[in-house]
């Protein structure tokens, strides 16, 4: 694996930094302490790591700490970082990312998880809580440190306007398509419902148009000394308008489904695409339409509808998912027991 971020010889310092500055928002959140086993499990670094980390918030950023019974902790009427303020909806707000940042996250993210730890502070006990369990949870789930350095190196990328090179290699789905390398200029990282996946979404150069690209697909990330104008925000939102979920780089089409009675109320309770127009027949059935970046998409979440729904447009979605469903129905064909 290659990652270079053109840091220099002062990343290691940076680096311990960062480091530092993370165990304290992770003192900061438990007044009443917490056990340097626990706090290693959290960042995936070696309790030797902490120990020294911590005397040396004490000794040369001047954080007070104590250590108490093994748990360790920070002085609060000492402390210079003062805590994160909230309104009571602001802080139902960041409950509920917690719950779904457990529910979708696929792999342990530490800056995901460093800004929760902040945030923490400013809760009332009873919501921070409900976080202190999401960490806890997440602190459990497999680590990509790949992945991580890939994020962090686009999402530097992303905020200095900086031109990155990647290494890519494409779904074996997608007609296949060949490895290679592309220029990038990154215009968003988005995390995507569907496949607990993060895209980076940017200008290719070499196909001098808007790509999307799986970040877990990505095999070396380097930047470039190049910078660019950032793209005029509402061609941007234009484009990404059409999305389904990620996918914003396929030419517009018409889908138009017609919903089943049973059905059709749960569907109006939600606005699946901000271009969705929706009108109910006589029988109680719902004819929906909307004008989404390629199919690839939405033919997931219609084929999750099963037999509520009837693809009316277009005809090469209708027979697609006709097929899909006919060798879904093949499988339970003369099924005997095993």
């Known amino acids: 694996m290659t990652i270079d971020d053109g840091r220099g010889r002062y990343a290691t310092k940076r680096d311990r930094l960062a480091r530092m500055t993370r165990l304290v928002s992770i003192l900061q959140a438990?007044?009443?302490?917490?056990?340097?086993?626990?706090?290693?499990?959290?960042?995936?670094?070696?309790?030797?790591?902490?120990?020294?980390?911590?005397?040396?918030?004490?000794?040369?950023?001047?954080?007070?700490?104590?250590?108490?019974?093994?748990?360790?902790?920070?002085?609060?009427?000492?402390?210079f970082l003062p805590p994160l303020k909230l309104t009571q909806g602001e802080a139902m707000?960041?409950?509920?990312?917690?719950?779904?940042?457990?529910?979708?996250?696929?792999?342990?993210?530490?800056?995901?998880?460093?800004?929760?730890e902040k945030l923490e502070q400013g809760l009332p006990p009873a919501l921070a809580e409900h976080v202190e369990r999401t960490l806890d949870i997440l602190s459990k789930a497999p680590r990509d440190e790949h992945f991580s350095a890939n994020v962090r190196l686009l999402t530097k990328a992303w905020a200095e306007r900086r031109v990155v090179t990647i290494d890519y290699e494409p779904a074996h789905y997608d007609g296949g398509a060949a490895p290679r390398r592309a220029t990038v200029r990154p215009y968003l990282l988005e995390p995507s419902l569907q496949t607990h996946a993060l895209y980076l979404i940017g200008f290719d150069e070499e196909r001098a148009a808007i790509r999307t690209f799986k970040v877990e697909r990505i095999r070396t990330t380097a930047l470039t000394p190049r910078t660019f104008e950032p793209p005029d925000p509402a061609a941007t939102t234009t484009s990404l308008r059409a999305a389904w979920d990620i996918i914003a780089d396929q030419e517009p089409v018409e889908v138009v489904l017609r919903f089943a009675p049973r059905v059709a109320s749960r569907v109006l309770e939600a606005t699946w695409h901000p271009t969705q127009t929706v009108a109910t027949d006589m029988d109680g059935s719902l004819h929906w339409r909307a004008t989404v970046s390629g199919t690839i998409e939405i033919r997931l979440w219609i084929l999750a509808w099963g037999d509520d729904v009837e693809v009316l447009a277009p005809a090469s979605l209708r027979a697609d998912v006709a097929a899909t469903l006919r060798r879904a129905v093949s499988c339970y064909e003369d099924v005997r027991p095993r």
């Not at 009443?32 to 918030?57: H, K, Q, W």
């Not at 707000?93 to 929760?116: E, G, N, T």
């Open 93 to 116: 707000a960041v409950v509920l990312s917690a719950r779904l940042m457990v529910r979708y996250a696929d792999k342990y993210d530490p800056d995901l998880a460093a800004a929760f």
């Open 30 to 79: 438990h007044p009443d302490g917490i056990r340097t086993a626990e706090v290693a499990a959290r960042v995936g670094m070696s309790v030797r790591t902490v120990y020294r980390d911590l005397r040396a918030i004490d000794e040369e950023i001047g954080v007070p700490v104590w250590a108490e019974g093994g748990r360790w902790g920070i002085d609060q009427e000492k402390a």
